[in-house]
């Protein structure tokens, strides 16, 4: 099945810095989701984009729904160390897809 | 609370035996689903529900069998067929299929030992 490309697909940052991820595909999808995962557990939902071109906040976290359809990304202002975890993005249509995952790090 | 359990958390199996893992969920979904994840990579589709006693098949299906008689439950059963079966495992649910609303549960670490 159809998978993501998610880049980068690790990042090693200091705490306070921005952090920027994204995700390209080859299909439309109707819907892009955002996820974090924390070691050990399931994936929890940061942010779901509807319409492209749409800008969506949540706190800290910035995400876009690509004009195309086919991309998507994710900021992260002033990092902190909770930030720590997998971010997956997600496409949906009739069914979701993944990307493989950022690995984030915050270094204090 | 609502939420969608998995159990076990860890669970060890011996090559060419069978095991289930549980998935519960009181969240009223329809959908359900079962996700494989390995290191490096974004979770696969095993199996997917969207109503009582209906299943399909999803990307990597092959060495897996599941059912849902009931509204609450699909479990997955990992087979002796399984040729690599050491992940971990992820349940998630939705209101209806094609929902954007997915609720995973904590995961099941499988180990083949």
């Known amino acids: 099945g159809q998978q993501l490309n998610q880049s980068p697909q690790s990042m090693f940052i200091q705490e306070g810095e921005d952090v920027s991820m994204n995700c390209t595909s080859s299909?439309?999808?109707?819907?892009w989701l955002w996820y974090k995962q924390d070691p050990g557990e399931g994936p929890v939902l940061l942010i779901a984009?509807?319409?492209?071109?749409e800008l969506t906040s949540n706190g800290r976290l910035t995400a876009q729904f690509g004009i195309t359809r086919k991309d998507s990304f994710l900021n992260i202002s002033a990092s902190i160390p909770s930030d720590v975890g997998i971010y997956f993005c997600?496409?949906?249509?009739?069914?979701?897809?993944f990307g493989a995952g950022t690995r984030l790090t915050v270094k204090p | 609370d609502g939420g969608i359990t998995q159990s076990p958390k860890y669970l060890f199996r011996k090559e060419g035996q069978n095991v289930t893992l549980s998935c519960e969920q009181n969240?009223?979904?329809?959908?359900m689903y079962w996700y494989r994840q390995d290191p490096g990579q974004g979770l696969r589709l095993i199996y997917y529900s969207q109503i009582v006693n209906d299943f399909q098949k999803g990307d990597i299906a092959e060495g897996y069998s599941v059912s849902r008689e009931k509204k609450e439950s699909f479990p997955l059963t990992v087979t002796s067929a399984q040729k690599n079966p050491t992940a971990f495992y992820l349940c998630?649910?939705?209101?209806?299929?094609?929902?954007?609303?997915?609720?995973f549960g904590s995961g099941t670490r499988l180990t083949v030992v």
């Open positions: 998630a649910s939705s209101i209806s299929s094609g929902d954007w609303g997915y609720t």
């Open positions: 969240l009223n979904h329809d959908a």
């Open positions: 984009l509807y319409k492209a071109g």
């Open positions: 299909s439309i999808f109707n819907t």
């Open positions: 997600a496409g949906l249509t009739r069914d979701m897809r």
